[in-house]
């Protein structure tokens, strides 16, 4: 290598029908180098100047398999099998699962639930704080509620799901 920098570009085209063959043997040929390589300049924000700069290394159709363990996964998601083999575009969907209650970490005043299957799932921070937790309320701070509220004279026992903690703690 000569040490540049490099990513590694794959992508997944679907619907072209009858004509993915033709479509293959375009992307394939050398007459496209310079459209990809202009379409990731502007992607990158390097604009025509970029081009110059870049350098297409190898093309592959199908594209060349990776594993999972390169893979980023969006934010409540998880990469559970990093030695799983995933092509192209395709690699975030097969390599990325969503979290479940057995890796979700419960907030402030807060335990995992009892009762909740670890193996379910659950997509945000607020779908995980209800799928997952209770909250404690001898730890809810329901004095900002006003007088009259708290504490509960069973609190140190007392849990709630997150949603209904203002009217049960």
Known sequence: GT???SIMVQATIRGCGSSCAAARDSILSAATDDLVLQRVALVTGDGAKGVAKLALQDK?????PSKCFSVECPEFTVNANPLRACYGAS???TCCSPVTCSRVACGKGMVKRR?????????NATD?????CVQLCADYDCQSYGEGL???SDALFATAVP???KETC
């Open 163 to 165: 949603s209904q903690a």
């Open 115 to 123: 009762s909740a299957d670890p193996g379910q799932a659950c997509a």
């Open 91 to 93: 690699c975030v969907e």
């Open 128 to 132: 995980c704080a209800e799928q997952c």
């Open 150 to 152: 708290c504490p509960r």
């Open 3 to 5: 040490g540049a920098h």
């Open 60 to 64: 592959s159709c199908p594209g060349n």
